[in-house]
């Protein structure tokens, strides 16, 4: 029986020696694959060593196919041997054009991928520009919104203002009273209270009247001619 590390060089002799071997120390692979030294293990292989092939090959024969393959010829068994080598290497071409195949279109699906992550990767860009300038647009707005609200606070003290100044001035007893809110509407009905008059210069006061003189009654027998 020959034996060699390279298993093209394999010879296979279905008639094992019977010679006792010592038993090696391992895993049981398969309880029923018997050989001289026991069942085979964990640790042989059929691809270095040729006793190990041959108990497989052995095992894996019914008997039928032992009877089949006694009733052949040398030269039949060779032929059917390089008919099954032929059937092998078609299947072993077939699965390698298969697994090129299927290679080929792991590339294509890896260059998609390649450029889905392009395509992922500058959409990210995009995404973060958008979030800088939602950002932005947020502080902007909440900035003009915070004036608003403080400008709409000084308007509302204004107005409160402006309604008890008018409430002291043009209603002098409703001064204990608050001021309302709505008082300025109220106040704008109202029409604007009369400007003063300025003072007219007085007319010259005409010159008293000079006292008359008595008037003297005539005696009589004198002249009734009365003096200027």
């Avoid at 006793?51 to 068994?77: C, F, H, M, W």
């Avoid at 077939?94 to 500058?122: C, D, P, T």
């Avoid at 107005?159 to 109220?186: E, K, M, T, Y």
């Avoid at 010259?204 to 009589?220: E, G, I, N, Q």
């Amino acid at each position: 029986m020959a034996s060699s590390s390279n298993p093209s060089n394999l010879c296979l002799d279905l008639s094992l020696s019977s010679d006792p071997v010592a038993p090696r120390q391992g895993k049981v692979w398969c309880p029923s694959f018997l050989s001289s030294h026991g069942p085979l293990t964990g640790e042989d292989s059929m691809m270095t060593d040729a006793t190990t092939a041959t108990i497989v090959a052995r095992n894996l024969l019914t008997p039928k196919d032992s009877q089949l393959l006694s009733g052949r010829s040398d030269e039949l068994a060779v032929q059917e041997s390089l008919a099954l080598s032929v059937q092998c290497a078609g299947s072993v071409s077939n699965m390698g054009q298969r697994l090129l195949a299927r290679s080929r279109q792991v590339e294509s699906l890896m260059a998609e991928v390649e450029s889905l992550k392009q395509e992922i990767k500058q959409l990210k860009h995009e995404n973060r520009s958008l979030h800088v300038l939602a950002n932005n647009y947020s502080t902007g707005m909440k900035r003009k919104l915070d004036e608003l609200q403080e400008s709409e606070g000084r308007i509302q003290n204004d107005r409160q203002r402006l309604v008890a100044f008018f409430q002291r001035h043009l209603f002098p007893a409703s001064s204990s009273v608050p001021p309302r809110i709505g008082a300025l509407n109220d106040l704008s009905s109202v029409p604007p209270a009369p400007m003063p008059l300025a003072p007219m210069p007085s007319a010259p006061m005409p010159p008293a009247p000079m006292p008359s003189a008595p008037r003297v009654l005539p005696r009589s027998g004198a002249s009734r001619t009365q003096p200027l």
